[in-house]
């Protein structure tokens, strides 16, 4: 056995994942119909902030859980025309 590779069962695996938007295909051209998408996925929160955060090249998380429950919302999300990325949170 190649005493530099590790053993399946230790290493760590990742259980809570993510799901964060970057930008929106219409942001330069209709910022209104961006805030209205961004409205949609964070109701309880300012839209214009989230679009400033964005606009300054960070990432806004939108939801967290297990990697093949976010896959979907995530599909669902790049539907609505965000760049959508899934990372580790651990």
Do not use: W
């Not at 290493?11 to 219409?26: D, E, I, P, Q, Y």
């Not at 955060?53 to 599909?75: D, F, H, P, S």
Request: hydrophobic share 40%; proline share 6%; net charge positive.
């Amino acid at each position: 056995m190649n005493i530099l590779m590790n053993p399946v069962a230790t290493m760590t695996k990742r259980h809570r994942f993510g799901v964060f938007v970057s930008s929106h295909h219409l942001m330069g051209i209709q910022p209104d119909s961006t805030r209205l998408a961004l409205s949609s996925l964070f109701p309880d929160r300012n839209p214009h902030e989230i679009m400033a955060m964005i606009q300054q090249g960070k990432k806004c998380l939108v939801r967290e859980g297990n990697q093949t429950c976010l896959e979907a919302y995530a599909a669902r999300i790049y539907s609505l025309g965000f760049q959508v990325e899934v990372l580790p949170l651990d």
